[in-house]
C-alpha cells in the first residue's frame, strides 16, 4: 500500500515503515559518528518506552554508543495487510535488525509495562537472555494506567491546579496563536494523574527486579521529568503533570535508598523540550516549542533527540562524570534551552507572538517536521510513492 500521513487532532493515524527505519537509522548514524561512549559499562540496558521520542534515543546510544545488550518494552499497535502498525513496532523492528547485524543482542517486549506479568515476563528474560541488568531507562508515557494491584484504570489530566487558566497555544494544523481556557483540576484527576505519570510504578519496576536479583553491581537507573519556566509552568510544573514529576522525584529518591545495597544509583534526568507524541498533546508546548527550536537554531545551539540523550549519556551517565545536579539531586540536561541568551530571547517574543508572525518568531515548519518525523513522513532518501507491505512481512 501507499503510505500518507492521516493526522487526528495531536497523533497521526497512520506510520510509514520505510520512513520509520530511516528515522532510527539516521539516529543510530548520528550516535556512530560521535564514537564510542563507554566500552563495557553499559553491558546489559533494559528500556520501559523503548518505541519512541527518549526511550528510544537512549535504547540507540546504550546499543550503539556504549555496546550494550538492550531489552525493550512498548506497547503497539499491530499492523494488518491493510493498516499500519503504530510508528513504534516499526522503529522496534528496524532497531533489532540493526543491532542484531551489528552483533547486539536486542529483543523487544510488547505490551502493557504498567502490569506486574510484564514484569515477569521481563525478569524471566533477563534471566533466561543475559543475566544482570547494569541500566534501567524508565521512559513510560501514558494517559492511562490499570493499576496492577487494584485493577482501577486510572487517565491522567492536562490541567492547572487552583484556578482557571486563559493560556496562549497554537493551533498545530491551522498555524494559529489561539487562547485556551483551561479548567483547574479536581483533586481526583490530580490523583489520577500522579497515579498514571509519577513514580510508583517506577518504584514497582525496580522492587521487581531487586527482588528477583537481576540488577548488576552498581546498576543506575534513570527516569525522565519536564521543568521549563514561568511560560510553561501554568500547565506543566505547577499544574498536574507537576504534581506527577514531584512523585517521580520522590520515588527516585527511594529507589536510589534500595540501590544503595549494590552501590547503584537513582537520577531523574530534567530533559529539554522536544516534539513527541506525549508533547505535542500538551496545550501551550507547541507554541513554546516553536519559539524555542526557532531562537536555538538561531543561535546555533539546537539540540535533536538524539544529540540531547547522547550528551547525557556521554556527560552524565558514563561512569566518573561530574554530575550537573541541583538542589534536588536531578541530573540537569536542560541546561542549554534555560541557559540565559535563549530564555530572554524566548520570553522577549512571547507576548509579541501572534498568526501573523508565527513563521517570523517561531518554527512551526520545524515543530510539524519533526511531529511527521516520528511517524516516518518527511525523510530525506524515503520514496513516498513506492508500495509498501505494512507488515514487514512479518505477520505471516
Ligand atoms: P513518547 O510518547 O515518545 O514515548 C513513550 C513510550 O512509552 C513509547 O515507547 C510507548 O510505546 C511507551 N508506552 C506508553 N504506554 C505504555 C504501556 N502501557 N506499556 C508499555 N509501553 C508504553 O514519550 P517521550 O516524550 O519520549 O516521554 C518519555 C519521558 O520523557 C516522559 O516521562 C516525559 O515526561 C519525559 N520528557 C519528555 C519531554 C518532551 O518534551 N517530550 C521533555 C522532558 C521529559
Known amino acids: 500500500m501507499i503510505v500518507k500521513p492521516r493526522i487526528r487532532g495531536f497523533i497521526c493515524t497512520t506510520a510509514h515503515p520505510t520512513g520509520c527505519k530511516a528515522n532510527v537509522d539516521e539516529q543510530i548514524a548520528y550516535t556512530r559518528d560521535q564514537g564510542e561512549i563507554s566500552e563495557g559499562e553499559f553491558k546489559n540496558v533494559l528500556v520501559l518506552g523503548c518505541s519512541g521520542g527518549y526511550g528510544l534515543a537512549c535504547r540507540i546510544v546504550s546499543a550503539f554508543g556504549c555496546g550494550a545488550n538492550t531489552l525493550g518494552v512498548s506497547f503497539e499497535k499491530l499492523p494488518t495487510e491493510s493498516k499500519t502498525a503504530t510508528a513504534g513496532w516499526y522503529n522496534n523492528a528496524a532497531f533489532e535488525d540493526a543491532a542484531e547485524a551489528a552483533g547486539l543482542y536486542a529483543k523487544t517486549i510488547d505490551g502493557d509495562a504498567f502490569a506486574d506479568e510484564m514484569r515477569e515476563r521481563v525478569i524471566d528474560t533477563i534471566k533466561a537472555d543475559l543475566g544482570k541488568i547494569d541500566l534501567v531507562v524508565y521512559s513510560l508515557a501514558s494517559p492511562v494506567r490499570q493499576h496492577p494491584r487494584t485493577g482501577e484504570l486510572h487517565r491522567s489530566s492536562i490541567k492547572p491546579l487552583g ?50 536479583d537481576v540488577l548488576a553491581q552498581g546498576c543506575k537507573t534513570v527516569a525522565f521529568t519536564y521543568i521549563g519556566t514561568e ?5 506543566y510544573w505547577d499544574g498536574t503533570l507537576g504534581q506527577a514529576k514531584i512523585d517521580l522525584d520522590r520515588a527516585s529518591g527511594e529507589i536510589g535508598r534500595k540501590l544503595e545495597a549494590l552501590g547503584g544509583d537513582s537520577r531523574v534526568a530534567v530533559l529539554k523540550a522536544i516534539v513527541s507524541q506525549a508533547s505535542s498533546a500538551i496545550p501551550v508546548v507547541p507554541l513554546y516549542v516553536a519559539l524555542l527550536f526557532k531562537v536555538m537554531k538561531e543561535q546555533g545551539i539546537h539540540e535533536d533527540v538524539i544529540a540531547h540523550i547522547h550528551r547525557m549519556f556521554a556527560t552524565q551517565l558514563k561512569g566518573g562524570s561530574e554530575l550537573r545536579l541541583d538542589d534536588a539531586g536531578r541530573i540537569r540536561m536542560d541546561d542549554i534551552e534555560l541557559s540565559d541568551p ?8 512571547w507576548p509579541q507572538v501572534a498568526t501573523e508572525n508565527l513563521d517570523e518568531l517561531g518554527d512551526l515548519t520545524g515543530f510539524r517536521e519533526d511531529f511527521l518525523k516520528i511517524f516516518g513522513f518527511g525523510l530525506d532518501g524515503v520514496d513516498y510513492e513506492a508500495d509498501v507491505d505494512p507488515t514487514l512481512g512479518r505477520l505471516s
Open 342 to 349: 535563549v530564555q530572554e530571547e524566548v520570553k522577549r517574543r
Open 163 to 212: 484556578d482557571a487558566l486563559n493560556i496562549k497555544s497554537v493551533h498545530v494544523d491551522r498555524g494559529e496563536v489561539i487562547e485556551v481556557d483551561l479548567e483547574p483540576a479536581t483533586p481526583e484527576e490530580t490523583a489520577n494523574t500522579v497515579a498514571v505519570m509519577g513514580g510508583e510504578d517506577w518504584e514497582f519496576w525496580m522492587d521487581a527486579l531487586l527482588e528477583a
Open 231 to 235: 511560560l510553561t509552568w501554568p500547565i
